[in-house]
């Protein structure tokens, strides 16, 4: 599958313009990720921009749905596989295994949370964001109230990473699609 197909069908099942941010930003991640661990960049990158493929649709069923709209467009049993597993234990009973499914279960909720640290820095940018202003943020519970920071804590301890690395190379990711997902801001 290319990435053109995968935007299609992307499109097909969802709308939003927030959602497309999020997708564009884990494949991002995903896509940094890759290049981090040698691994296949459009393949890691393919599986975070269709990881939300059923959320729009349906949200209260999200992930119960991934499977027979990825299936008949020719995703792989693996592929759909890694997709169900960023909702272990939230919404879906599949464990991460693979380093990419780690990845992919750290990096969803820490992508959202970078992006709300962003919106509220005076550059609205993550192209001048440090850790240490993403982890100021971490400890207030009000903030990002509904980002699961036990998600990524647990995503990291998977991946064997230090929170603040995992954090740090998050935001280099988002640094390389900042102006398509809104983060540019004023610089």
Not at 72 to 81: C, H, K, L, T, V
Not at 155 to 171: K, Q, V
Request: glycine fraction near 8%; proline fraction near 3%; charged fraction near 25%.
């Amino acid at each position: 599958m290319t990435r053109d197909q995968a935007v299609s069908l992307w499109r097909q099942w969802n709308n939003d313009d927030s959602l497309w941010r999020h997708a564009l930003s884990v494949e991002a991640a995903m896509r940094h990720f890759a290049r981090k661990y040698g691994e296949d960049e459009e393949y890691w990158g393919l599986v975070g921009l269709l990881h939300d493929i059923d959320y729009q649709k349906f949200p209260e069923e999200h992930l119960k749905h991934a499977r027979e709209i990825l299936a008949p467009a020719g995703y792989s049993d693996s592929f759909i596989r890694s997709i169900e597993s960023h909702g272990w234990g939230i919404c879906s009973e599949v464990e991460p295994q693979q380093v990419m499914e780690r990845v992919l279960f750290a990096t969803d909720e820490l992508t959202g949370f970078i992006a709300a640290c962003a919106y509220v820095r005076p550059s609205h940018s993550v192209l001048d964001m440090e850790v240490k202003s993403v982890k100021k943020k971490w400890g207030s519970a009000a903030f990002a109230a509904g980002v699961r920071r036990d998600i990524i804590e647990r995503g990291a301890g998977m991946l064997g990473m230090p929170l603040e690395e995992l954090i740090g190379e998050t935001i280099l990711a988002l640094r390389s699609v900042a102006d398509d997902i809104g983060l540019k801001g004023n610089l």
